[in-house]
């Protein structure tokens, strides 16, 4: 009996029976049960929320603008989706505890998403068959799945921060998770393929930092004696330099110079000139990891037009993706206990070409009733009558 097992059954931890998941994925589950990372992975890489101004301005852009998407539910039918006004999960994602908003929830997960790669939900229900009261956003930075060589996946261990874990099932928690080539059972976080850019992006700044705080934002020199001094008066020298540009660090040389004293400022190197450029190209580089099109969005060259190409793209490659992935998981993993055939679905965010569209209704209608139109376009009911039977429906002209 493994470590989790012994954690488990101490808190009286018991797997309701299931049929055995498949051989490959007992005998993935049994080879990963070691592998699992510990939270302190986790703890580094939100760390960098904190410290790495590129990954906040990047990964707040994205969350809250995934968070303010709206999110409707749909009872499918054939190949349809009917709206369902108010269905109980979207009241309850309104407010989905006592102590956060909707936004508040969702721009949690979609943060933890991006920085660690996992996100997760619990849902305050006694049993699978229950639809949850509250919905809660677990830290990714405390909870760890426990795969199981008889179920794939056993559950999940909560760690309190205090010593204490606590056992979670499976039918309690919502994992949204990236892909990870190495796992089935954790995502893997973008940090990981920008950890160099992010070291040096930092050590930049502290870099940078010490010059303004430290030199009092003056760059190095040299002061050179061209005459020859005795060892005893040399060091005089050097202690009343040192008590005298305590903030200013520099060079002191003898048998150097032009004549007497002199003053040699040192030339800004090819790294210090580069500075700016440098800390652009992280800046785009991680941008370009975590959202498409942000950079040129926010670029202090963007024109109208390339601005809105941009913006197009963030929509297209980076929310558009989350939103559908987080939706897909709700669909797949809460709303079955509500009903059958229901479906999430957030607003889209992509940019639609609005003259195109029309111009793709317009010869749509020369085949096709009103009440197609309608359903097509506008995702409304039929009319019911012998106006929704009528072809060559009025359109607006461009």
């Not at 996946?153 to 874990?165: C, E, R, V």
């Not at 941009?310 to 709700?330: H, Q, R, V, Y």
Request: aromatic share 10%; proline share 5%.
């Amino acid at each position: 009996m493994g470590l989790m097992d012994n954690v488990l059954n101490r808190f009286g931890y018991r797997k309701a029976t299931m049929s055995p998941a498949p051989g490959w994925l007992r005998a993935t589950a049994e080879g990963s049960s070691g592998m699992i990372p510990d939270g302190s992975i986790y703890d580094n890489q939100a760390d960098l929320y904190r410290r790495l101004s590129w990954i906040l301005i990047a990964v707040q852009i994205t969350a809250q603008s995934c968070a303010a998407a709206a999110l409707s539910v749909h009872k499918r039918r054939d190949e349809e989706l009917d709206d369902i006004t108010n269905h109980p999960f979207e009241v309850l994602l309104k407010r989905p505890n006592e102590m956060q908003s909707r936004f508040e929830l969702l721009e949690a997960t979609f943060s933890y998403h991006a920085l660690t790669g996992n996100a997760y939900w619990w849902l305050n229900r006694s049993s699978a068959d229950e639809t949850p009261k509250e919905i809660w956003s677990i830290p990714a930075t405390n909870i760890t799945p426990v795969p199981d060589k008889q179920l794939g996946l056993k559950g999940y261990i909560y760690d309190t921060g205090s010593g204490k874990k606590m056992p979670m099932e499976t039918w309690e928690v919502v994992h949204f998770k990236r892909f990870n080539p190495h796992s089935m059972f954790v995502g893997l976080s973008p940090i990981e393929a920008l950890a160099t850019v992010a070291t040096g992006d930092l050590g930049m700044q502290k870099v940078n930092t010490n010059l303004y705080t430290e030199n009092n934002g003056r760059l190095s020199g040299i002061l050179a004696f061209a005459d020859p001094i005795i060892d005893s008066e040399w060091e005089r020298i050097k202690g009343d330099v040192k008590e005298k540009s305590a903030k200013r660090q520099m060079m002191i040389l003898r048998n150097a110079g032009k004549g007497g004293v002199e003053w040699i400022r040192t030339a800004m190197s090819n790294q210090e000139m580069d500075y700016i450029a440098e800390r652009k190209m992280n800046r785009q580089e991680i941008f370009d990891v975590y959202a498409p099109g942000l950079f040129a969005t926010l670029s202090e060259n963007a024109t109208e037009a390339n601005s809105r190409t941009a913006k197009a793209t963030f929509g297209e490659f980076c929310l558009w993706p989350l939103l559908s992935a987080a939706a897909e998981k709700i669909t797949n993993d809460v709303l079955p206990v509500y009903g059958d055939g229901l479906v999430a679905e957030f607003d889209n965010p992509r940019n639609a070409d609005r003259s195109l569209r029309i111009q793709e209704q317009q010869e749509y209608s020369r085949s096709h009733t009103i009440d197609e139109v309608r359903q097509k376009f506008y995702g409304e009911k039929e009319l019911g009558d012998e106006r929704g039977a009528a072809e060559h429906a009025a359109l607006p002209t461009l």
